[in-house]
């Protein structure tokens, strides 16, 4: 099983930018589906964006355009590239493998990682 460690979170006001990684304990070359999720406090673990091996990307509404998730085979390692960052960004951010594309909107997988945590401030 694939271990992950996310990193990079922090506190931003709003408007920021960050750059959060996920590390990976095994070759994500052949990994069809990385993707990052976020949970907000009280709330549910929701997909951000998902990266296929073939390149393509998905980004649920409300991070399009601001956000960009990116991957280095050569280093096993996930990217979330956050721009323009709102307080509604606040969440402890999460990343993940999958088998499908795009993964379904409620994170379903059964092992998380630590996560990151992202602080908007307005």
């Known amino acids: 099983q694939v271990q992950l460690v996310e990193s990079g979170g922090g506190l931003v006001q709003a408007g920021g930018s960050l750059r959060l990684s996920c590390a990976a304990s095994i070759n994500i070359f052949s990994i069809n589906v990385m993707a990052w999720y976020r949970q907000g406090s009280g709330k549910q673990r929701d997909l951000v964006a998902a990266?296929?091996?073939?390149?393509?990307?998905y980004y649920v509404d409300s991070v399009k355009g601001r956000f960009t998730i990116s991957r280095d085979n050569a280093k096993n390692t996930v990217y979330l590239e956050m721009n323009s960052l709102k307080p509604e960004d606040t969440a402890v951010y999460y990343c993940?493998?999958?088998?499908?594309?795009?993964?379904?909107?409620?994170?379903?997988?059964?092992?998380w990682g630590q996560g990151t945590q992202v602080t908007v401030s307005s």
């Open positions: 990266l296929k091996k073939d390149g393509r990307t």
């Open positions: 993940n493998t999958h088998g499908i594309f795009p993964p379904p909107l409620i994170g379903d997988r059964n092992h």
